[in-house]
């Protein structure tokens, strides 16, 4: 996956949450179980994708290879300081 892809996944999700979130403030839903736990599901990708996108860059700027970057398991990235 290049950096493009990794913004596209990005954009989609985030406009994912903000439809979900509109939703819940609209009384619509989105107070409900199910959309709790996929607002969960997206802002854990989210924090996959910027991580993995942040390293990425990393490495181009140290003259390393972008593509030997992984994704990182949604714990270890959750795990971390913001």
């Known amino acids: 996956m290049d950096d ?3 913004l596209n996944r ?3 999700l985030v406009d ?3 439809q979900l979130r509109a939703a819940a403030q609209a009384h619509e839903k989105g107070t409900d179980e199910e ?3 996929r607002l969960r599901e997206l802002e854990e ?3 996959q994708c910027w991580d993995l996108l942040r390293r ?3 490495a181009r700027a140290n003259h390393g290879d972008p593509d ?3 994704t990182r398991p949604k714990p270890e990235v959750e795990r971390y300081l913001q």
């Open 4 to 6: 493009k892809n990794i």
């Open 10 to 12: 990005i954009s989609e």
């Open 16 to 18: 994912e949450e903000h």
């Open 35 to 37: 959309a709790q736990n």
């Open 45 to 47: 990708s989210l924090d």
């Open 56 to 58: 990425r860059r990393a």
């Open 68 to 70: 030997s970057q992984g």
